[in-house]
């Protein structure tokens, strides 16, 4: 489980405060297709907030730390029945993105008509 420092924390609260959650725990708790499913948002998105429909505070709490564990990310805030997670993105997918837009969009020198003249 990934550990925050209190500002980032702060600043990763205020950008998951427009969000929307991107899935639900129902009362049969955490499932496989529930964890893959946040395992799949947490690598496009980073972070997230997920709404539990538990009723127990307790059980709310372990869930919350159960996910964190498994996914290996780290726990944002908990407020009722929302949940925000964190985990950041690797930094090989990000290093093959850079290297495919640097070098399939190169941009050409504008070239004026006369220019082409002169090549004969």
Known sequence: MLTL???HRRELKAQAHALHPVAMIGKTGLTTSVIQELDRSLTSHELIK???QVDDRI???ALFEEICQQLG???VQHIGKIFIIYRPKPEESEKKKTAQKSGS?????FRTKR???NEN
């Open 5 to 7: 420092t209190v500002a």
């Open 50 to 52: 997920v709404k539990a």
């Open 59 to 61: 059980v709310r709490n």
């Open 73 to 75: 990310a780290a726990p």
């Open 105 to 109: 969009n190169k941009r050409r020198p």
């Open 115 to 117: 220019s082409f003249q």
